[in-house]
């Protein structure tokens, strides 16, 4: 059973940057996609960024591309979510994730395996 820990959230203003981080533990992620969702109140959870088990690909939502970057760290058991130029709609809890699969489209939520506890991102206009 692999457990996933976000940090890194909290207050920025618009514009600005923030980088989250999802550690991993009692397992290993090597084998996994990791992925990123966000849910913004009153809204459902959306897809945000992947990268595959290896880091050599990645996919991201529309709303986000050119501006987060996703990367992963194996040997430290650990995923990064860079995020820049950021808008008040990027607002949410950002949940970190794991699954076996990653399509040309991204992470179907049905399809993760393992989620995180979620990770609060306020941004300020």
């Known amino acids: 059973q692999v457990q996933l820990v976000e940090s890194g959230g909290g207050l920025v203003q618009a514009g600005g940057s923030l980088s989250l981080s999802c550690a991993a533990s009692g397992g290993t992620i090597s084998t996994y996609v990791m992925g990123w969702f966000r849910q913004a109140p009153g809204k459902e959870r959306e897809y945000v960024a992947a990268?595959?088990?290896?880091?050599?690909?990645?996919v991201y939502a529309d709303s986000v591309k050119g501006r987060f970057t996703i990367s992963r760290d194996n040997a430290k058991n650990t995923a990064y979510l860079h995020m820049s130029s950021l808008k008040p709609d990027d607002t949410a809890v950002y949940y970190c994730?794991?699954?076996?699969?990653?399509?040309?489209?991204?992470?179907?939520?049905?399809?993760?395996?393992?989620w995180g506890q979620g990770t609060q991102v306020t941004v300020s206009s």
């Open positions: 994730a794991t699954s076996r699969s990653l399509r040309s489209y991204g992470l179907d939520s049905n399809a993760v395996d393992y």
């Open positions: 990268i595959n088990w290896s880091g050599s690909y990645t």
